[in-house]
C-alpha cells in the first residue's frame, strides 16, 4: 500500500527553524515529484513547495528563501527545511505526491503534521 | 499570480445537485482537479483533468471546464457529502494554485 506519515511538526518561536520528513513507503521518491501542502487554522490549502524527479525546486513566494525542500533516495524521504520561521508559517502541512501527465495534480496525500511558530 | 475564486460556502438537500464552481481567468485553457476535505481528514482527488474520475470515485460526481469557470457537480447529494471542496491547477508562472474552497453543507 503506498502512504505517506510526515513527522516534525512543534510548537516553536518566531525566528526559529525546523525541519519536517515525509517517509513514503510503497513507491520510491526519486521516481516522482513530490510536494508540500500547507493549512492554516480554518483556512484553505496553499502549496509551498515540490521536487521535481529531475531534482528541480520551486518555492511558493511566501517561503521563497526561507523554506528548501530535498529528497533522501536512500531513506525514501522528502524534508522541508524552514528557517526565519514567522507567525504566520503556523499550519498542518501536508505531503503530497505530485502526479504529472498533461497537468500537474496531487495523487497521494500524508495525514500531516502541525507545526505552531508562536512565542 | 493566477487567482481561482470559489463561493465560500453552499447548501444543498439530500438528493438534489451541488454545482461549485471554480473561477479564473481562461480557465478552460487550464487543467482542473478537485478535492474533497472533510473535517480533520487529508483532502481526496475526487475529479481531475477536468472530469476524470479516479478509480472507485462515483459517477455522482462530476466536472467540466469552459470559459472563466469550472465546475464540480455532485448528483443525487448525500450526508457524506458534506465537506470542503478545492479546485486545482497548475500554472506555469506560479506553480501549484488552489481555489479558496467551498464549504457544502447538506440540509
Known amino acids: 500500500e503506498m502512504q505517506l506519515v510526515e513527522s516534525g511538526g512543534t510548537l516553536i518561536q518566531p525566528g526559529g527553524s525546523l525541519t519536517l520528513s515525509c517517509a513514503a513507503s510503497g513507491f520510491n521518491v526519486s521516481n516522482t515529484y513530490m510536494s508540500w501542502v500547507r493549512q492554516a487554522p480554518g483556512k484553505g490549502l496553499e502549496w509551498v513547495s515540490v521536487i521535481y524527479r529531475g531534482g528541480a525546486t520551486y518555492y511558493a513566494d511566501s517561503v521563497k528563501g526561507r523554506f528548501t525542500i530535498s529528497r533522501d533516495n536512500s531513506k525514501n524521504t522528502v524534508s522541508l527545511q524552514m528557517n526565519s520561521l514567522r507567525a504566520e508559517d503556523t499550519a498542518l502541512y501536508y505531503c503530497a505526491r505530485v502526479m504529472a501527465t498533461s497537468s500537474y495534480y496531487f495523487d497521494l496525500w500524508g495525514q500531516g503534521t502541525v507545526v505552531t511558530v508562536s512565542s | 499570480s493566477y487567482v481561482l475564486t470559489q463561493p465560500p460556502s453552499l447548501s444543498v438537500a439530500l438528493g438534489q445537485t451541488a454545482t461549485i464552481t471554480c473561477g479564473g481567468d481562461?480557465?478552460?485553457?487550464?487543467?482542473v482537479h478537485w478535492y474533497q476535505q472533510k473535517p480533520g481528514q487529508a483532502p481526496v482527488r475526487v475529479v481531475y483533468?477536468?472530469?476524470d474520475r479516479p478509480s472507485g470515485m462515483p459517477e455522482r460526481l462530476s466536472g467540466s471546464n469552459s470559459g472563466d469557470t469550472a465546475t464540480l457537480t455532485i448528483s443525487r447529494v448525500e450526508a457524506g457529502d458534506e465537506a470542503d471542496y478545492y479546485c486545482q491547477v497548475w500554472d506555469s508562472r506560479s506553480d501549484f494554485v488552489f481555489g479558496t474552497g467551498t464549504k457544502v453543507t447538506v440540509l
Open positions: 481562461d480557465i478552460e485553457t487550464k487543467t
Open positions: 483533468a477536468d472530469g
